[in-house]
């Protein structure tokens, strides 16, 4: 979702939530919508995109946010815990010389 753009809000029951849980992830992510969960009539949770998270709920400064999601859609997100150790301990490596 690019800055400023208008999200739309849509509601739905916990149930059906429940059960479009996978396609409920899968619409939020591709555009701009969130959903609303409701469980007996009162909103509980809100459902919305992490890039949608970021650019308007943590107020990060906006370059710091550009960053995070470019490094994500580049697959920079992926490395494991095991490679990050390693890197941990190279860098650490290189420091005690």
Do not use: C, H, W
């Not at 059960?19 to 969130?34: I, K, N, P, S």
């Not at 995109?49 to 490094?71: C, F, G, M, W």
């Amino acid at each position: 979702m690019e800055s400023g753009a208008k999200s739309m809000t849509k509601l739905i029951d916990a149930l059906t939530a429940r059960t479009r849980f996978g396609e409920l992830m899968d619409e939020v992510d591709a555009g701009q919508v969130r959903f609303v969960v409701s469980r007996r009539g009162k909103a509980k949770v809100v459902i919305m995109s992490v890039r949608d998270y970021l650019t308007n709920v943590v107020k990060q400064p906006e370059l710091l946010t550009r960053i995070q999601l470019s490094a994500q859609e580049a697959g920079l997100n992926k490395i494991t815990e095991t490679e990050i150790d390693a890197e941990i301990a190279a860098y650490r490596k290189t420091k005690k010389k």
